[in-house]
Antibody, heavy 121, light 109 residues
Framework: DVQLVQSGAEVRKAGESLKISCKVSGYNFNTYWIGWMRQMPGKGLEWMGSIDPGDSDIAYNPSFQGQVSISADKSANTAYLQWRSLEASDTAIYYC??????????????WGQGTPVTVSS | EIVLTQSPGTLSLSPGERATLSCRASQTVSSNYVVWYQQKPGQAPRLLIYGTSNRAPGIPDRFSGSGSGTDFTLTISRLEPEDFAVYHCQQYGSSPLLSFGGGTKVEIK
């Protein structure tokens, strides 16, 4: 079975760094893009960016470019989302998800359970 | 930049009623690249519809999608208790590469 398992809830202070993870299993990690989405409390979904684990090609939403870094470790079947300096406004649930395929299913067909991040000022 | 606007923000209906949810794009979107998700409280979203009208595996046929150009619709023919949730539309391929609407909450009347 396809599974995306995210790291646990995080509590940080503003200015701190953070890296959260998304470990996948049940399929070839190299063959599907992985996306990261933000969901702020009571709000909708925002696409932050996606990575092709096969060649580490990355597409960022311009709204998040420079604010976060997306990476992947093929040997660990794991994708990452990283902040160098958190802000209180980064408080949200972050989801990773597998992007089906631009040709077949141009959307996210499998999702992680979400990682809540709380940043205090 | 393409913006997706979902309406209404909240839809109050009773079980057994028909739900019609709208997703309007600020620019033309290819119908191949419109997707709908369902999200229940405390859960991750679930893929419902892709390519405007194709149901994802395991999705009941009371869910249907339609539309073209800038106007897309998700219809739930007869609401079941488990259908009360938030629904998100998404486009792929326009700038930004991928974006979501603000969501429509379907609540029990």
């Amino acid at each position: 079975d396809v599974q995306l398992v995210q790291s646990g809830a995080e509590v940080r202070k503003a200015g701190e760094s953070l890296k959260i993870s998304c470990k996948v299993s049940g399929y070839n990690f190299n063959t599907y893009w992985i996306g990261w989405m933000r969901q702020m409390p009571g709000k909708g979904l925002e696409w932050m960016g996606s990575i092709d684990p096969g060649d580490s090609d990355i597409a960022y939403n311009p709204s998040f470019q420079g604010q976060v870094s997306i990476s992947a470790d093929k040997s660990a079947n794991t994708a990452y989302l990283q902040w160098r300096s958190l802000e209180a406004s980064d408080t949200a649930i972050y989801y990773c998800a597998r992007f089906g395929s631009a040709v077949i299913i141009p959307g996210f067909d499998y999702w992680g359970q979400g990682t809540p991040v709380t940043v205090s000022s | 930049e393409i913006v997706l606007t979902q309406s209404p923000g909240t839809l109050s209906l009773s079980p057994g009623e028909r739900a019609t949810l709208s997703c309007r794009a600020s620019q033309t979107v290819s119908s191949n690249y419109v997707v709908w998700y369902q999200q229940k409280p405390g859960q991750a979203p679930r893929l419902l519809i892709y390519g405007t009208s194709n149901r994802a595996p395991g999705i009941p046929d009371r869910f249907s999608g339609s539309g073209s150009g800038t106007d897309f619709t998700l219809t739930i023919s007869r609401l079941e208790p488990e259908d009360f949730a938030v629904y998100h539309c998404q486009q792929y391929g326009s700038s930004p590469l991928l974006s979501f609407g603000g969501g429509t909450k379907v609540e029990i009347k």
